[in-house]
């Protein structure tokens, strides 16, 4: 997978939703324009696509220790 067919599962909206903050003092309030939102939601694509890498990685760590038959890479050490 690109990180262009990379989706977060996320709406405007749930993003948007994100930035409330549902208190009644206005110093917790953040702005929430489209730029906010959009910056907000690009952040959030990026640390889950860090976060689906670092799984992949994982994965064929996991495939590579399976084809060598070793369950950890230091079990072969002597």
Known sequence: MTYAEFRTGLSYRDVYQMLWSGSDDPRTWRYKGR????GLWHQLKQQLWQQYLDAVDGEADAAARADHGDAEPWAAAG
């Open 35 to 38: 730029h906010t939102v959009l």
